[in-house]
């Protein structure tokens, strides 16, 4: 018989056919998603790097701009005045985010849940509502500021400038730290305190032996987290800077107020370097934290210790607190008739005819553009995720591709941003060193909602690659496997098995891009067409115009917004996540 005939014989011989037609067709699949995150994430710096080295008309110029910010004192000082910020408001926020979470995790404590709750509370807060609050709590005529109007002792902080974005910025990041950190500490192994107490070691001791060296990685990635969030975040130094000027604003006053596209982008230089520097150690600590993974912990159960618990519930109490103001004096100052004269309250600051920045109408355009950034992001991140840790071969692909999916993350807001107006905003793209260009084949999305949605995706791709691959770790292979030997086609053991199984991570994912993209000024600034107006850009223009009492009414619509979302979340897929979950019961 001859070997064709064997093959005829051999009934996994269809099988092994269509698992090879299957590969190229994952491989395909692989291929086209590492080019868009290639379209998407690295091939929109070249152009904004390549302008930093020309002048207004476009002409190169080499390193002008850059030696003309350095010798631009003005200028200059704003990169110092960006690493103080960043460096203060990452020390405050991963400190009180650690002493945040040790509370929640290590103590028996009255109000966990709540506490939990409010101490994610300011995530649902734009940065620049943040600033607006605090304007209303410690500004020139604040409650804190007048001693509510001379009820109280005036306590004047002196909130404009380095003060006020430092508090802002704290609040902005302590939420980010907190995530963190929950998950840092509840991974503790409950051994290693048992044989702390059997050595005799004083609480003290067991803390700095013990307690912070198993967290020291959580901790590297908190202050990563924090100082490229602070570093970068542009709404809270535009609202409460005043004439303490920093990066992240400097670049706005370049692009927006002056046109000045060239020096926007070597300021964006300047602005990307150290966050990229803190991106590439992260990645490194990282690896040896992999490295280091052991056997199984238990898990630790605190023990009451009435003196502790009661200490940080106190602490807890007043940082919940202080968030929970912040959040209150925004709503109240949207009621308020004329602030401070008027105290009476009211909807008037909710009549958005009479000031600019394009009203309901944008409120209306931010829920869009957050629902297709929640639809397209979730099933790109997933889909990209599915493909790097259950594809087969092209390692070395699968390796570029998660590569790419962690960039972002290294990307501030504003750079992305930026870098989309030169990439997608040229018609043609013409060869550096050559006198040849193409036609650029995405310009047709420049102005749209496309562009926007695109460049919300990429800017919280990171952080929604990373949650849905861990989930895919923890499905067994052993799925796959059985369903390739049973001959199931992989996209329907991805639709009937992952899908389900991982449904609580991809509906998370979900509620993430949509709060996020609610919520984010930087990263579409410089990208939204007056067609379509934003309710976080309203916010800036609102600010800018004046009418701060307008700027807080948008800003309640946009907060009441994202957490009446979160709680319509909860409420509708509680009982998919417990049918989908239910397996584990078994």
Known sequence: MTTSGLRSLNPFSKGQQVTTKEDWLMRLLLTLGTLWLLVGVV?????????????????????????????TPALAASFGNSIFVALASTFFSVVLAFVYAYALTRTTMPGKPIFRVLGMLPLYIPPLA??????????????????????LPQWNINLYGAVGIIIGEVLYCFPQALVIMITALSLTDARLYEAADVLGSTPIKTFFTVTLPSVKYGLISAIFVCFTLSFTDFGVPKVVGGNYNVLATDIYKQVIGQQNFSMGATISVFLLLPTVIAFIVDRIIQRRQT????????????????????????????????????????????????????LSLGLKNYDFSSVGGGGYKSFWNSIVMSFYTAVFGTVAVFAGAYLVEKGKGMKWLRSVNYFLSTMPLALPGLVLGLSYVFFFNNRIWW??????????????????????????????YTVC??????????????????????????????????????LPAILEIGIYFFVNAMITISAIVFLYPPTLPLAAVAIVNMD????????????????????GIRFLYWGFTRGIQQRSQAWLQR
């Open 465 to 502: 690659f990373l949650t849905a691959s861990t989930a895919l770790k923890q499905i067994d292979p052993e799925f796959e496997s059985v369903s390739a030997s049973m001959r199931v086609p992989f996209y329907k053991t991805f639709w009937r098995v992952t899908v389900p199984l991982s």
């Open 130 to 151: 943040h600033a607006i609050g605090l304007i209303y709590l410690f500004g020139n005529k604040g409650l804190v500021t007048t001693g509510l109007f001379g009820v």
């Open 43 to 71: 091939m929109p710096l070249f152009p904004m790097i390549s302008r930093s080295f020309r002048d207004t008309n476009g002409n190169w110029i080499g390193l002008s701009n850059y030696v003309q910010y350095l010798t």
């Open 544 to 563: 800018d115009a004046g009418d701060t009492a307008a700027a807080a009414a948008m800003s309640t619509l946009v907060v009441l917004t994202s957490i």
């Open 291 to 342: 490295a280091l993974v052991g056997a199984k912990s238990v898990p630790l159960q605190p023990k009451p210790n009435p003196p502790l618990d009661w200490g940080l519930f106190a602490v807890c109490s007043l940082l919940a607190g202080f968030a929970l103001a912040v959040l209150l004096v925004i709503i109240f100052a949207s009621l308020v008739q004329v602030w401070p004269y008027n």
């Open 431 to 460: 060869i550096p060193f050559t006198q040849i260009a193409i036609y650029n084949p995405f310009n047709g999305i420049y102005g749209t909602m496309a562009i926007l949605v695109l460049c919300n995706v990429i800017h919280f």
